[in-house]
């Protein structure tokens, strides 16, 4: 049952799908990649406490 769950408001809620980069890349650049994404995000209304 991983792809729906029914909430108390009878929505169906799906599985986000994996996220996947179109080219190979290595750890370093995911990272990078990461840091990037949260130093970036505040500007975007996102939050810092996911870091």
Same mark, same amino acid.
């Given at each position: 049952? /991983? *792809?729906?769950? *029914?909430?108390?408001?009878? #929505? &169906? @809620?799906?599985?986000? #799908?994996?996220? =996947?980069?179109?080219?190979? @890349?290595? &750890?370093?650049? *995911?990272?990078?990649?990461?840091?990037?994404?949260? /130093?970036?995000?505040?500007?975007?209304?996102?939050? =810092?406490?996911? &870091?």
């Amino acid at each position: 049952m /991983d *792809l729906l769950t *029914l909430t108390g408001s009878g #929505k &169906k @809620i799906r599985k986000p #799908k994996n996220w =996947k980069h179109p080219q190979p @890349i290595t &750890k370093s650049q *995911l990272m990078q990649m990461c840091e990037e994404f949260w /130093d970036t995000a505040s500007h975007y209304g996102g939050r =810092k406490e996911g &870091k």
